[in-house]
């Protein structure tokens, strides 16, 4: 499956952005989905997830309450919408899949998609 990742920009702090990642082909609901992020010089880090099959959604504490992740099934497309965005939200943000059961780390993942920048401005 191929990813691509969409919906970045630059916001002020409080504001809402949703990042998309589109796969190509069908039977995406076979995929878990986990979005990353990453600061230049760090290492990615999980922020939410969502199952295959079930769809059950998993955030990272920091994120809990502001971020939402659904899964559009007939489009192929995994949304996060990111709410009461804060300064330390501004990453460059990965969305990756695979066929597996949601993982909390990169090595869970076989499939990524290229980034896109978030910019949370305070």
């Known amino acids: 499956v191929q990813l691509q990742a969409s919906g970045g920009g630059l916001v002020q702090a409080g504001d809402s952005l949703t990042l998309s990642c589109a796969a190509s082909g069908r039977a995406f609901s076979r995929y878990s989905v986990g979005w990353f992020r990453q600061l230049p010089g760090k290492e990615r880090e999980f922020v939410a997830g969502?199952?295959?099959?079930?769809?059950?959604?998993y955030y990272v504490d920091s994120v809990k309450g502001r971020f939402i992740l659904s899964r559009d099934v007939n489009r192929s497309l995994i949304h996060l919408q990111m709410n009461n965005l804060k300064s330390e939200d501004t990453a460059v943000y990965h969305c990756a899949a695979d066929l597996g059961d949601m993982g909390y780390e990169t090595k869970a993942y076989k499939y990524w998609g290229q980034g896109t920048q978030v910019t949370v401005s305070s």
């Open positions: 969502i199952s295959n099959w079930a769809d059950t959604t």
